[in-house]
């Protein structure tokens, strides 16, 4: 019988994204073992590539709410038999009280070690070095767990069906790019002003702009955007995940913040040129593949100053974005795409 490994990341996007390619190189490496991947529903199209992977969505506000909520999770799960290992890969209350009963149920628990001593060192000063990258991190649980293997993930390969070049005009610029200029936390959010004033350089130099987030706050900016200048087109609302991805990987470069959408963009096997303002690179979440001189980040002494970039400026200005300017963003991405 298939040896069975339960595996769990539920939150957030780009953490879960991040577990993208050491779960996709588990299972090619180790394709006899049947593996399930509990996490957001919505996440599902991440994982639809691998063929030896059981995608099982947690409804954490419904069905999976609480301890009776996971308790009945851990029933449903193992309805067809239980499982020899769970490697938890979030380790916060809600995993931790699912790995209790699944211990209980006979499997042998492995747990990822997230660092939590070191990023906090990091936030207060102590150490200002580069951290393992939390990639290397999940790895490191599968190891613990007794599995070796290499990284081996040649990336997304979305199938949306849709013809890009026709429905995003492609081919009338000389460059397209990607700009997300939304995160979760203010403190990662490069200033909408400073972000307009790339698009308006940009496209006025025939760059096609496709701009990338959901909500209605981020419509509403991106609209305005695609009013005032020419080239510049708002995919937001638009499409399903799988098919923004798709999107992504149509494009010559993204621009993003330290967000999901660098990562779903590493993913996709795009360049990315990050921007960083209460975060940093140092911190481990980079994205797959990155390199991490297509960063943009002022490097002041008060950076990194929150691990999520979601504690307020103690200086009130925001300094580490605001000494990043228009002119710099713009100089770093055309040095990349070679244009002059």
Known sequence: MAKRVLLMRLSAMGDVAMTVPVVASFAKAYPDVAITMLSAPRLLPLFANIPNLTFVGVDKGGAHK???????????????GKFDQMIDLHDVLRSKLLRT??????????????????????VNGKNKSQLKPMIQRYKE????????????????????????????????????IGIAPFA??????????????????LSGRNIGIYLFGGGQKEEAVFNSWVEKYPNVASLSGKYKLQEEMAA????D???????????????????????????????GFYGFG?????????????????????KPCKHGDRRCMMQITPEMVCKKLLDILKID
């Not at 009963?101 to 990091?122: H, P």
């Not at 767990?145 to 081996?152: K, M, N, P, R, S």
Request: neutral net charge; hydrophobic residues 40%; charged residues 25%.
């Open 141 to 176: 649980a599968f190891e613990k767990a007794g599995y070796t293997f290499e990284i081996d993930y040649p990336g997304f390969n979305p199938n949306s069906g849709i013809d890009f070049n026709a429905e995003l005009n492609l081919q009338s610029h000389v460059a397209n």
């Open 290 to 310: 990155q390199n991490k001189e297509d960063a943009i980040v002022a490097n002041l002494d008060c950076q990194p100053c929150s691990a999520y970039g979601n």
């Open 253 to 283: 470069l993204m621009v993003t913040m330290d967000s999901a959408n660098m990562h779903l963009a590493s993913l996709c096997g795009v360049k990315v040129v990050s921007i960083w303002g209460a975060t940093h690179p140092y911190m």
């Open 101 to 122: 009963f699944m211990r209980l149920k006979g499997t042998k628990i492995t747990v990822v070690d997230k660092g939590r001593a070191e990023k906090k060192a990091l």
């Open 66 to 80: 609480g301890i009776k909520g996971l308790l009945k999770l851990s029933k449903e799960i193992t309805a067809d």
């Open 184 to 201: 979760q936390h203010e403190g990662k959010i490069y200033p909408l002003d400073k972000m307009e004033k790339v698009v308006e350089i």
């Open 248 to 251: 992504m990987k149509q494009m």
